[in-house]
T-cell receptor, first 115, second 115 residues
């Protein structure tokens, strides 16, 4: 079975500061890794994903994440945040060999960007 | 128009009532999913479907049923709603064979309140 841990339920940060949202996962098999963002009153939107290849993945809106297999982590980073980045961010995994492609989500991290 | 459309967007009902949440998609994807979102718990999978004849339970299917009326339509029913089914419900689709491997495409959510 797989599980995803997002240790920080809320991360407050000032505008233009860097941010890192942490994600650790547990799995006995290889997984695909995802970060989704949910803006207020909206559905989830894909930020970025890691399927294979380079462990540094770049996504939309200036976000990037690095897959670290030894630490089973997939932390999300942005060098300079904007007010508009205020949202909830979800890390998710999907086992490689699971043909259902269902995602297992973490509990989410609320990013609050202050002026 | 949204690729994944959920109706209703908001519903308030009473304990014991039957409720149906509907999802339709124009992405042409075979796979459809119903997730439930609760604060602090992230998203949990209720049911998923590979096609109209293939429906599978997720991790929290008790108290729910689904119907896949066509490739584009996937409905979630609560036969007798109870207050702890108050949540935000998301429909999603995926296409594991194309360039969007592993990615889920979400609707905007249906907020259900059971009094």
């Amino acid at each position: 079975a797989q599980s995803v841990t997002q240790l920080d339920s809320q991360v407050p940060v000032f505008e233009e500061a860097p941010v890192e949202l942490r994600c650790n996962y547990s799995s006995s098999v290889s997984v695909y890794l995802f970060w989704y963002v949910q803006y207020p009153n909206q559905g989830l939107q894909l930020l970025l994903k890691y399927l294979s290849g380079s462990t540094l993945v770049k996504g939309i809106n200036g976000f990037e994440a690095e897959f670290n297999k030894s630490q089973t982590s997939f932390h999300l980073r942005k060098p300079s945040v904007h007010i508009s980045d205020t949202a909830e961010y979800f890390c998710a995994v999907s086992p490689w060999m699971d043909s259902s492609y269902k995602l297992i989500f973490g509990s989410g991290t609320r990013l609050l960007v202050r002026p | 128009d949204a690729d994944v459309t959920q109706t209703p967007r908001n519903r308030i009902t009473k304990t014991g009532k039957r409720i149906m949440l509907e999802c339709s998609q124009t992405k042409g994807h075979d796979r459809m999913y119903w997730y439930r979102q609760d604060p602090g718990l992230g998203l949990r999978l209720i049911y998923y479907s590979f096609d109209v004849k293939d429906i599978n339970k997720g991790e929290i299917s008790d108290g729910y049923s689904v119907s896949r009326q066509a490739q584009a339509k996937f409905s979630l029913s609560l036969e007798s709603a109870i207050p702890n089914q108050t949540a935000l419900y998301f429909c999603a689709t995926s296409d594991p064979t194309g360039k969007d491997t592993g990615e889920l495409f979400f609707g905007e959510g249906s907020r259900l309140t059971v009094l």
